[in-house]
Structures are given as C-alpha cells and as structure tokens.
Nanobody, 117 residues
Framework: QVQLVESGGGLVQTGGSLRLSCAGS????????RGWYRQAPGKQRELVAS???????NYADSVKGRFTISGDNAKNTVYLQMNSLKPDDTAVYYC???????????WGQGTQVTVSS
C-alpha cells in the first residue's frame, strides 16, 4: 500500500497563494494518476487537478489558469500551486493516488484551505 501525507494548507486572503504538497510513502506513488480533490461544507468532493505518470494534466474549469499541479518523482511528491485564490476555493483538499495495475486507490487525510474575503 501507499500512504499519503498532505501539507501546506492554511488561511490566506483573497488573491493570495498557497502550495499544497502530497508525499507518498513509496516510489510506486509516482506511477498511475495522482490527483487533488476538494470538499467544501455541504458539497460533494470534486476533482481539482490530476497528473499522470507521463506528466499529462487535467484541471477543473473553475481553477484553470490559477492552479498548477506538478510532480517531483525523486521526492515521491505531488504539488498543487494555487494562485489568485478566491473564497469559493475554501475547502478541505485531499490528495489521491490511483494505480490501476496494482489495484491501489488511496486518499490522504486532507488539509484545510480557507480563503478570507
């Protein structure tokens, strides 16, 4: 299995930036799809951004042009750079690792992001 640990959340003002990190416990974390999801109070969890082992990325329309997902395989870590933050970005952000070949689908514990107006 793979364990994921997120960090980097916090409180920021509108227009500010944060960088989230998700560290995988094993190098196998770099295989498959790594994604960032978020869940706001009273709302369903939604995909924010994802990156494949080949570096292909996908973003929710609401964050395109503001957020960037990237990976550092040497550190078994995936990042989410969040710029121009808005109050609507307030949520708990979760990291997810999906490796179909090994039937792995794991989530991190989540990190809170709060954007004040």
């Amino acid at each position: 299995q793979v364990q994921l640990v997120e960090s980097g959340g916090g409180l920021v003002q509108t227009g500010g930036s944060l960088r989230l990190s998700c560290a995988g416990s094993r190098s196998i974390f770099n295989i498959g799809v790594r994604g960032w999801y978020r869940q706001a109070p009273g709302k369903q969890r939604e995909l924010v951004a994802s990156i494949t082992s080949g570096g292909s990325t996908n973003y929710a329309d609401s964050v395109k042009g503001r957020f960037t997902i990237s990976g550092d395989n040497a550190k078994n870590t995936v990042y989410l750079q969040m710029n121009s933050l808005k109050p609507d970005d307030t949520a708990v952000y979760y990291c997810r690792s999906t490796i179909a070949t090994f039937a792995i689908d794991v989530w991190g514990q989540g990190t809170q992001v709060t954007v004040s107006s």
